[in-house]
């Protein structure tokens, strides 16, 4: 009896096609994660279906089955995206196809055509991840593909897998010279080849230009990355690294939002700055919005290193701002003063903005901040009553608040009691509203993690934090933080210290802090990630220019840069062929005369077809030769056949002889 654990030999035809099958399977892996549960589900079922019909030795299904199942799947889309057009429902629809071409594969051309069609498929992941891991997976199923395409060129014998796999993979390698010479010399423009669709930059995650309790809370859950900053200096204070973001000055008794602020254009100052500036690098991840990020507070807006936009600016609340939307990563430098006064002189409708409160929302604030009024007629001790408030009282910092209804802030204020700082920053500003004290809301980042590797400050969505600002007359806008006054250790460790994750995340937390092994090495992973976001996606043509200037050519164009990459691919390829000229196995003397017939006979007829053998040479050349000189030829050819693929009764050391004296009659 056959052990379970032995598994039966397979036909050629069943091993290229679970080839071709785990090679489109590390093709449609990286889409897992973008496109919709339902879509990863059918993929998996049908390349199960696909491997069990291959194994088993069943039919492929009927046309009659495939095509309406197709149109289901084609429904599924529109259903989930609203369109047929665009990166999404294009990506989507594009693995549903090469899934259902797997079950449709009935002759060489189908094969091929899975083939190109998951090539198209790889470059799309690209869309969504251009990391080191994607670019990784990408080779790896490219060297795959490859290794199943030259499977079904095989006519004779069939190499070993192992084998087949290496082939594809000295493939791969083959071409990366010449894919390094394009990468670096080709020559690059500003700004895209061609336009993307609408939604090809959707999926960022970041700081929204609202806030409403709760939003902020779901945010800090992920752990990407959000800008990385280098100090000129050392770093400053962990309690001071509050990153200004965006200002919300509008309230509807449930969110905040920003008034549309224009960039400043005529240069006059907003605020008067001391003490000592800090120098900030700062490379921002794509974020899809138009804001920028730096300490609180920026003495002018950056110049935009990596950017093809029109540049930054500052707005009358202190927002940096890009003009357009940021979708690729930049990188500009900025200097900030956490000493300043803001607008210490503010007009009345200004003031009146940072007032306003919508009708017939929160009772018992408004009445507890008359209340306060009333106690405490300076600002500034109604400010620190309020402070004292949260510390005193029953309030929960915590990640999971209770929902709240219509008067938020008195719900939040006197029943819950638990929030997120969002609830903390919207509770106190109604407050200072309706204690006649200009406020308003802030959102933006705190804190970070310095990366001891690069020496990079790294800031995470999990660092987004909102705090608040008051107005007071001579001394301008100043920044209030109610979460400090609640949960102080907020602005001094990081979140996953202050909250502590449940469940996996708690273990993943807990392997990720401190100064463990994984802490080190997520470290050294988020700088090598840095490295190859600075030298490899960032690699514009201002770079590239730079490198050249390094190189010694001072003055590059595009033609001179054109000729430098053409000589460049030309030397790399004759490189690559020159071993495999230098191991050609040498011609015989046998085939050296033969191939010299061939030359001669070039002058008086048609060259020799590459499937012509010597007897249908010798039978097409007859009515082209008169019959003097189609004589010696074909004594010639006929003598060459027998000794190349029979044996002739001529000895070694006269056959040749015999073929040149031949040679020589034909002329």
């Known amino acids: 009896m056959r052990s379970l654990l032995t598994w039966p030999l397979l036909s050629r035809d069943k091993e290229d096609t679970l080839l071709l099958l785990c090679a489109c399977l590390l093709v449609l892996l990286p889409h897992v994660a973008h496109v919709a549960w339902w879509v990863s589900l059918i993929c998996g079922c049908m390349l199960a279906w696909r491997a069990w019909l291959t194994l088993s030795g069943r039919r492929l299904p009927r046309a009659w089955l495939l095509i309406p199942l197709s149109a289901l799947m084609m429904g599924g889309v529109y259903l989930s995206h609203r369109t047929l057009f665009g990166r999404d429902a294009g990506v989507t629809m594009l693995v549903l196809l090469l899934t259902c071409k797997l079950l449709e594969m009935h002759a060489r051309r189908d094969l091929f055509v899975v083939i190109f069609l998951s090539f198209f498929l790889l470059l799309t992941n690209f869309f969504y991840h251009q990391s080191i891991g994607s670019a990784t997976l990408t080779l790896l199923a490219l060297g795959c593909l490859l290794s199943a395409q030259l499977s079904f060129h095989y006519t004779g014998l069939l190499p070993p897998l192992r084998q087949r796999l290496k082939q594809g993979m000295s493939i791969l390698g083959l071409a990366l010279p010449l894919t390094l010479a394009t990468f670096f010399l080709f020559p690059r423009i500003q700004g895209p080849l061609w336009g993307l669709p609408g939604d090809a930059h959707a999926g960022r995650s970041g700081l929204s230009d609202s806030m409403t309790p709760g939003n902020i809370s779901e945010l800090v859950l992920s752990e990407d990355i959000a800008f990385r900053v280098q100090f000129a200096g050392s770093v400053p204070d962990k309690s001071k690294l509050y990153w200004r973001g965006v200002v919300l000055n509008r309230y509807d008794g449930r969110s905040w939002s920003g008034a549309a602020e224009r960039l400043q254009a005529d240069g006059k100052p907003l605020a008067v700055f001391s003490g000592e500036e800090i120098h900030q690098h700062i490379i921002l991840e794509p974020q899809g919005q138009r804001w920028l990020f730096a300490l609180d507070l920026p003495a002018a807006p950056p110049a935009l290193e990596d950017s093809n936009e029109s540049g930054s600016g500052l707005t009358a609340q202190m927002e940096l701002r890009s003009a357009q939307n940021l979708h690729q990563r930049v990188r500009y430098d900025v200097v900030s003063f956490p000493q300043y006064r803001l607008q210490s002189a503010l007009a009345p409708p200004a003031l ?313 009659k034909c002329r």
């Open 352 to 664: 009146q903005a940072a007032l306003d409160l919508p009708a017939g929302f929160n009772p018992r604030t408004q009445a507890f901040a008359a209340a306060l009024r009333q106690k405490y007629p300076d600002d500034r001790q109604l400010i620190q009553s309020v402070l004292n408030y949260f510390r005193q009282q029953a309030f929960v910092y915590t990640l999971e608040p209770p929902a709240l209804g219509r008067h938020s802030s008195d719900e939040f204020l006197f029943d819950t009691r638990a929030g997120f700082c969002e609830h903390y920053a919207s509770a106190f500003v109604v407050l200072m509203r309706a204690a006649a004290i200009p406020a308003r809301v802030v959102t933006g980042y705190q804190g970070g993690t310095l990366n001891t590797i690069d020496a990079y400050l790294e800031v995470r969505q999990s660092d987004a934090h909102a705090w608040a600002e008051v107005w007071l007359p001579g001394q301008g806008w100043l920044r209030v933080d109610p979460t400090a006054a609640v949960a102080p250790e907020r602005v001094m460790q990081s979140l996953a210290q202050v909250l502590p994750r449940r469940g996996v995340a708690a273990l993943v937390n807990l392997a990720l802090g401190g100064n463990s092994w994984f802490a080190r090495a997520r470290m050294r992973w988020d700088a090598i990630n840095n490295s190859w976001n600075l030298w490899v996606l960032n690699y514009n043509q201002g770079t590239q220019l730079q490198l050249l200037r390094s190189l010694g050519w001072r003055e590059v164009d595009w033609g001179k840069l054109a000729l430098l990459f053409f000589a460049c691919a030309a030397a790399i390829m004759a490189l690559i062929a020159l071993p495999l000229v230098r191991n050609r196995a040498p011609l015989s003397a046998l085939d050296r005369v033969y191939f010299s017939f061939c030359r001669k006979m070039e002058k008086k007829a048609p060259p020799k077809a590459v499937h012509e053998g010597p007897y249908a040479y010798a039978q097409r050349l007859q009515p082209l030769l008169p019959a003097a000189e189609f004589e010696p030829a074909q004594e010639f050819l006929l003598l060459y056949a027998t000794a190349k693929y029979g044996k002739t009764a001529l000895p070694p050391d006269s056959l040749i002889p015999r073929l040149k004296t031949l040679l020589a």
